[in-house]
């Protein structure tokens, strides 16, 4: 054994990667810790679909045999990853967290999936996700409800429910999550990992599994915003199969996360995010505030434009484009949705053209007043991810709880909604716990295109915070 430790597994995909190229780890050694882990809490967690061993192994000593060859090796050489079951491998199964897809097999890959494998990664598993990515709880009828791994009877957040829990038990270094109305950023803040959410069209989407054409996003989760910044500096950039996919160059990530915010102007929001914020979430988000502050970061008090129609124009636009793809499904099929699922798709059918039409086409204008009288005074704006202490399963379980449950799952994402349908880039740290032991998250986002800076404050927090570094200690089943 190395001097690493007995458990590599709870490196960070950075220090993971940085020890299997100076030789102090094996790329088996590693695969066989996060099994290890796998082993011992998914059964608890219930955070995967299916794992794939015997491949996992071939491409882990395939990796070994690479290295000890000599010879350039990529950044990511070696390392185990997990990702929700959503993004398309060839000649493996891609279920969508769904019953209308358990049996589905694509002929091609994602994009991201081709380009992590470029950069020396390989993907071994398909983690848990809320059916067709159309919750932000993490319940799931058909695969089980994801729980999280720091007290059981809670919800993991969602849609990529899976990818955060996974994170979070170390089952891997790090995992692709989607978000079209905060699936990254919710579950890394339930399960005290780390994710971003890159501008609109910085990420190709092309070989994933589409819910809103106008606000999905594709990004990682992990343990670190280092981690975050590695894998999408590998990511990230055009596609000429995603011709949504921006046409612009792809900076280091890494390069500019030095700790250092003097000159960097926070925007702290006193309308909307902070509205009936629960008193440890508020406790922790200003704890979060002095350490930035601490860092050089200016605090600046910023009354946020136009949230309502945000707020409202982002919904229309999401349930209209969900119920168009599923539209088939829906006809044929309607009853292997869940229940809620099926009440979200079949009344978003009410919807009227005109108020979809109308809601793409505000976009524009209101993105650009917002980034006037927001990103006019500061750099960044932070909030808590989610307003309230983390709520149980069983509290948010719309199809079988009493009335009122649904407001409660629909108030998770309040916080991160508002970004998908801006397209900015947004990004979930961990910044405290409750008083049930769950994580709290912080919420930093930025103009578009600005991941540089989102990454580089959320990184000069971690710096002298170690929310990032505590690991959940999982009872069994």
Not at 46 to 71: M, P, S, Y
Not at 97 to 115: L, N, T
Not at 238 to 245: F, L, M, V
Not at 285 to 295: C, I
């Amino acid at each position: 054994m190395t001097a690493i430790g007995l458990d590599v597994a709870n490196l960070s995909l950075v220090q993971a990667a940085e020890a299997v190229r100076q030789g102090e780890v094996s790329a088996v050694a590693l695969l066989e810790a996060c099994l290890a882990n796998l082993d011992a809490h998914e059964e608890a967690v219930n955070a995967t679909i299916w794992v794939d061993r015997e491949g996992a192994f071939a491409a882990a000593r395939a990796a070994d045999t690479k290295h000890a060859a000599g010879g350039p090796i990529g950044s990511l050489h070696g390392l185990p990853l997990a990702h929700k079951d959503m993004y398309y491998q060839a000649g493996r199964l891609s279920t969508c967290g769904s019953a209308i897809r358990k049996d589905f097999v694509p002929s091609y890959s994602a994009m991201v999936i081709e380009r992590l494998a470029a950069a020396g990664a390989y993907a071994f598993a398909g983690l848990n996700m809320a059916e067709f990515a159309q919750n932000g709880t993490g319940h799931n009828r058909h695969h089980g409800d994801c729980r999280n791994p720091w007290n059981l009877p809670y919800i993991t957040g969602g849609s990529s429910s899976g990818s955060g829990a996974a994170v979070a038990s170390r089952f891997t270094f790090a995992a692709l999550g989607s978000d079209t109305g905060g699936s990254i950023r919710l579950p890394a803040a339930a399960n005290g990992v780390s994710g971003i959410k890159p501008t609109q069209t910085r990420v190709s989407r092309y070989g994933v599994m589409p819910l809103s054409f106008s606000a999905d996003n594709v990004g990682p989760l992990a343990r670190t915003a280092r981690d975050c910044a590695r894998i999408l500096s590998v990511i990230a950039g055009h596609d000429p199969r995603d011709p949504t996919s921006a046409e612009m160059p792809v900076p280091d990530y890494e390069a500019g996360l030095n700790g250092d915010l003097c000159g960097v102007r926070v925007g702290v929001p006193t309308t909307y995010f902070l509205d009936d914020v629960d008193a440890p979430v508020q406790a922790a988000f200003e704890a979060s505030l002095a350490v930035l502050a601490g860092r050089g970061a200016t605090l600046v008090p910023l009354k946020l434009p136009l949230m309502d129609a945000i707020s409202t124009y982002a919904s229309v636009v999401s349930r209209v484009e969900g119920a168009t793809i599923h539209a088939e499904w829906m006809r044929k099929h309607p009853h292997d949705f869940a229940t809620h699922i099926n009440a979200r798709l079949f009344a978003s059918l009410a919807i009227p053209a005109t108020y979809y039409v109308e809601a793409l086409s505000r976009r524009g204008p209101i993105l650009k007043a917002f980034a006037t009288e927001v990103f006019g005074q500061v750099d960044l704006l932070v909030a808590p991810t989610i307003r309230i202490c983390l709520p149980s399963i069983a509290a948010t379980d719309v199809d079988n709880g009493p009335p009122g449950t649904e407001q409660v799952a629909m108030g998770i994402s309040i916080n991160t909604r508002p970004f998908n349908y801006l397209g900015l880039p947004s990004m979930s740290i961990p910044c405290g716990f409750d008083p049930n032991g769950l994580p709290i998250g912080l919420q930093i986002s930025g103009r578009p295109f600005a991941e540089e800076t989102v990454l580089k404050a959320a990184d000069a927090y971690q710096r002298d915070t170690d929310w990032h570094q505590r690991r959940p200690a999982i009872p069994a089943a």
